[in-house]
């Protein structure tokens, strides 16, 4: 399963979270440049992950938008593995 995390920089606690629970393929896009406003989301994203610590609004409004039309789930956290886990226990559908 694909997920899409959106924001934050160093993410490796957060990539090792995902993959220990079943996302296998995880796509990062860092959100800093107001450029990445013209990326398209991955057709296979099944579940973006917005890290709100660093991330450029105009790409947040975007992203959510663009999740919507597709019927992807979007979870909003600081960029925290601890944090993710807190939003995925509360959220058990989510985890496989």
Same mark, same amino acid.
């Given at each position: 399963m694909t997920v899409l995390i959106v924001g934050g920089d160093r993410i490796s606690s957060i990539m090792k979270y995902l993959a220990q629970n079943g996302f296998n393929d995880i796509l990062h896009w860092d959100a800093r440049r107001n450029g990445n406003?013209?990326?398209?989301m991955p057709q296979s994203a099944? *579940? $973006?992950?917005? *890290?709100?610590?660093? *991330?450029?609004?105009?790409?947040? #409004? #975007?992203? #959510?938008?663009?999740?919507? @039309? *597709?019927? $992807?789930? $979007?979870?909003? %956290? #600081?960029? %925290?593995? %601890? @944090?993710l886990s807190q939003i995925f226990r509360a959220d058990k559908h989510l985890i496989h």
């Open positions: 406003t013209h990326r398209f099944r *579940l $973006v992950v917005i *890290l709100i610590n660093y *991330l450029n609004h105009g790409m947040a #409004k #975007k992203i #959510k938008r663009d999740a919507e @039309e *597709l019927g $992807v789930p $979007v979870l909003f %956290s #600081k960029n %925290s593995a %601890s @944090e």
